[in-house]
């Protein structure tokens, strides 16, 4: 039997095992696993080793912060970096404003995405405030819009007192969706940054004090508590500290659905990055922020010991000018750094080779334990019936990444000069060559929405 598409002599690795074999592609989607496959076309991955599509379930494209504030990865520049560094799904975020239904603001959404994206992708709905008053209206979304989570903040103006995230994790629960949540307590850090703002302190430097992280375990904490008296699954976003760790795995360990994610800029930088004088203090301002390098060996032993599940981006760049709005107020810094491109790549180097964990489980954490807990029924897996959204990693290529390197639409990256070994050297979506070589063949436009459901 002959194959539109066959991918020879390559490793395959998958979240349970590493083996040899082929993998035969008949239109979108994987055929056949074996071994003398022939095929119409042929890719030699000899040497090589063949994944899963990574899948970021954490990114911020075209995000609008108002006053002509908007991310500087389009769905265009954003999806293309993705595709070059292996990234083959993502999902992004409906914000609705306050005048605004649910369905409107997501069609709205819709309409920014799909004449730019290049890969496959989905999207939470954010529920603010505002937002409460529709939350009846959760299933037709979910039905209309194929919306299965929903993004909760306990900080910003979207922020939710405790009243409101009940009645949001009520209203999932009802629908069988997941909360993605951002966990901090907000009363303490505005009460912290006014302190700072009026004694004067309003460097970079302050940004992290205003965050502490016992408090960002309290928060975390807190919303353990709801979600298990509420009886939902929770998933709680971008990780860096012992004290959001620790109640994660205490509740896991009592047998809750409690499912934590870190991002790479928690497990490579510190809160020394703050320290730098001038716009490098600045360029790092995220939330939470960066913590203490104790944090981060906590962060790599609990994705090695699946206190962690999964690690995304939270992907959300800034240019150095718009990060320069807020050196003189910490405050007023776009908070985000670029990371959707390096992930699949900076977890192999730093997390496979400096022996934190297995390939095995790189996998899982960057491509199948994301889309099977974010309902992505035919993402992050090898297997026959799935699409053929693949990797071919070559785990001796040599990158050094810099601005020159990275293809996302930002002037810095946090991880300038960092030397890596390993780099995808073709990316696959849906059985179509995207990148291959350094050299791009995708369009904007081809990437799918992805409805979703339970």
Same mark, same amino acid.
């Given at each position: 039997?002959?194959?539109?598409?066959?991918?020879?002599?390559?490793?395959?690795?998958?979240?349970?095992?590493?083996?040899?074999?082929?993998?035969?592609?008949?239109?979108?989607?994987?055929?056949? /696993?074996?071994?003398? =496959?022939?095929?119409?076309?042929?890719?030699?991955?000899?040497?090589?080793?063949?994944?899963?599509?990574?899948?970021?379930?954490?990114?911020?494209?075209?995000?609008?912060?108002?006053?002509?504030?908007?991310?500087?990865?389009?769905?265009?520049?954003?999806?293309?970096?993705?595709?070059?560094?292996?990234?083959?799904?993502?999902?992004?975020?409906?914000?609705?404003?306050?005048?605004?239904?649910?369905?409107?603001?997501?069609?709205?959404?819709?309409?920014?995405?799909?004449?730019?994206?290049?890969?496959?992708?989905?999207?939470?709905?954010?529920?603010?405030?505002?937002?409460?008053?529709?939350?009846? !209206?959760?299933?037709?979304?979910?039905?209309?819009?194929? /919306?299965?989570?929903?993004?909760?903040?306990?900080?910003?103006?979207?922020?939710?007192?405790?009243?409101?995230?009940?009645?949001?994790?009520?209203?999932?629960?009802?629908?069988?969706?997941?909360?993605?949540?951002?966990?901090?307590?907000?009363?303490? /850090?505005?009460?912290? $940054?006014?302190?700072?703002?009026?004694?004067?302190?309003?460097?970079?430097?302050?940004?992290?004090?205003?965050?502490?992280?016992?408090?960002?375990?309290?928060?975390?904490?807190?919303?353990?508590? =709801?979600?298990?008296?509420?009886?939902?699954?929770?998933?709680?976003?971008?990780?860096?500290?012992?004290?959001? $760790?620790?109640?994660?795995?205490?509740?896991?360990?009592?047998?809750?659905?409690?499912?934590?994610?870190?991002?790479? +800029?928690?497990?490579?930088?510190?809160?020394?990055?703050?320290?730098?004088?001038?716009?490098?203090?600045?360029?790092?301002?995220?939330?939470?922020?960066?913590?203490?390098?104790?944090?981060?060996?906590?962060?790599?032993?609990?994705?090695?010991?699946?206190?962690?599940?999964?690690?995304?981006?939270?992907?959300?760049?800034?240019?150095?000018?718009?990060?320069?709005?807020?050196?003189?107020?910490?405050?007023?810094?776009?908070?985000?750094?670029?990371?959707?491109?390096?992930?699949?790549?900076? =977890?192999?180097?730093?997390?496979?080779?400096?022996?934190?964990?297995?390939?095995?489980?790189?996998?899982?954490?960057?491509?199948?334990?994301?889309?099977?807990?974010?309902?992505?029924?035919?993402? *992050? +897996?090898?297997?026959?019936?799935?699409?053929?959204?693949?990797?071919?990693?070559?785990?001796?290529?040599?990158?050094?990444?810099?601005?020159?390197?990275?293809?996302?639409?930002?002037?810095?990256?946090?991880?300038?000069?960092?030397? !890596?070994?390993?780099?995808?050297? $073709?990316?696959?979506?849906?059985?179509?060559?995207?990148?291959?070589?350094? +050299?791009?063949?995708?369009?904007?436009?081809? *990437?799918?929405? !992805?409805?979703?459901?339970?």
């Amino acid at each position: 039997m002959t194959y539109d598409l066959v991918i020879q002599n390559g490793t395959i690795i998958t979240a349970e095992a590493t083996y040899q074999a082929d993998i035969g592609i008949r239109g979108e989607r994987i055929a056949a /696993i074996g071994e003398g =496959l022939s095929g119409a076309r042929v890719i030699d991955a000899a040497g090589r080793l063949v994944t899963p599509g990574a899948v970021d379930v954490h990114v911020h494209l075209s995000l609008n912060l108002g006053g002509g504030l908007v991310s500087s990865d389009d769905w265009f520049t954003g999806t293309r970096a993705a595709a070059f560094g292996g990234t083959t799904t993502i999902i992004d975020f409906v914000h609705p404003e306050a005048d605004e239904t649910l369905m409107q603001a997501y069609e709205q959404r819709r309409a920014e995405a799909d004449p730019q994206t290049v890969i496959d992708y989905a999207l939470h709905m954010a529920l603010g405030p505002a937002q409460i008053p529709q939350l009846g !209206l959760l299933p037709a979304v979910q039905k209309a819009a194929g /919306i299965t989570t929903y993004k909760l903040y306990m900080a910003y103006g979207y922020c939710l007192k405790d009243g409101e995230l009940l009645q949001a994790l009520e209203a999932i629960r009802d629908v069988g969706g997941l909360p993605v949540v951002h966990a901090e307590n907000w009363d303490v /850090i505005t009460t912290l $940054v006014n302190r700072r703002r009026e004694a004067g302190l309003t460097e970079p430097r302050w940004f992290p004090r205003c965050r502490p992280a016992l408090l960002e375990g309290e928060a975390a904490e807190r919303l353990i508590t =709801l979600a298990e008296w509420v009886g939902l699954p929770v998933h709680i976003f971008h990780i860096g500290c012992r004290e959001v $760790v620790e109640r994660v795995a205490a509740a896991r360990a009592r047998g809750l659905p409690v499912y934590g994610e870190t991002c790479p +800029q928690y497990l490579l930088l510190t809160e020394a990055a703050y320290e730098t004088p001038g716009i490098q203090g600045a360029l790092p301002v995220c939330a939470p922020p960066l913590r203490t390098e104790a944090d981060q060996q906590v962060l790599w032993k609990a994705l090695a010991n699946d206190h962690l599940q999964l690690v995304t981006t939270d992907h959300c760049p800034f240019t150095m000018a718009q990060k320069a709005r807020g050196l003189d107020d910490f405050s007023r810094i776009p908070g985000g750094v670029p990371s959707i491109e390096a992930r699949f790549a900076l =977890l192999y180097t730093f997390g496979v080779r400096a022996g934190h964990f297995s390939p095995e489980r790189w996998v899982d954490i960057c491509c199948t334990t994301p889309a099977r807990l974010h309902h992505l029924s035919r993402k *992050g +897996q090898i297997a026959v019936g799935f699409d053929a959204d693949l990797v071919i990693f070559d785990p001796e290529k040599p990158a050094r990444l810099s601005t020159d390197w990275l293809h996302e639409n930002v002037d810095w990256t946090p991880y300038d000069g960092l030397d !890596l070994r390993g780099w995808p050297v $073709v990316t696959l979506q849906r059985g179509a060559v995207l990148a291959q070589d350094g +050299q791009f063949y995708g369009q904007a436009g081809q *990437g799918r929405y !992805l409805a979703r459901s339970v």
